[in-house]
Nanobody, 127 residues
Framework: QMKFVEYGGGLVQPGGSLRLSCTPSGFTVDAYAIGWFRQAPGKEREGVSCIASFGSTNYMDSVKGRFTISRDSAKNTIDLQMNNLEPEDTAVYFC?????????????????????WGQGTQVTVSA
């Protein structure tokens, strides 16, 4: 079954940092547009950041300047470096791939079109 495995979450104080990673089973991270999403209790899953097939990136407004997405082909991971974390960043974080098998020169953090979700990794920002 093709899906992602996400890891790297944890409990961190406001202003702290975490680095999340996700790796897919059944395909590689190269060539595809992959996004990080998050879902807080009682809320819809929302797009955080994405990286397109050739490396262009996109971010939701509230994380611009704080989060950085990157692709590590050697490790077959998509990483999300999160700095200056805020309590509002608390959520379960997931990876998804946009229309597996297609090349995307740009990407959107709109959830539509993404699939192959994993179980997610919990990020809690609290003092």
């Amino acid at each position: 079954q093709m899906k992602f495995v996400e890891y790297g979450g944890g409990l961190v104080q406001p202003g702290g940092s975490l680095r999340l990673s996700c790796t897919p089973s059944g395909f590689t991270v190269d060539a595809y547009a992959i996004g990080w999403f998050r879902q807080a209790p009682g809320k819809e899953r929302e797009g955080v950041s994405c990286i397109a097939s050739f490396g262009s990136t996109n971010y939701m407004d509230s994380v611009k300047g704080r989060f950085t997405i990157s692709r590590d082909s050697a490790k077959n991971t998509i990483d999300l470096q999160m700095n200056n974390l805020e309590p509002e960043d608390t959520a379960v974080y997931f990876c998804g791939v946009f229309r597996l098998g297609t090349i995307q020169t740009t990407c959107s953090v709109d959830r539509q079109g993404y699939d192959y979700w994993g179980q997610g990794t919990q990020v809690t920002v609290s003092a």
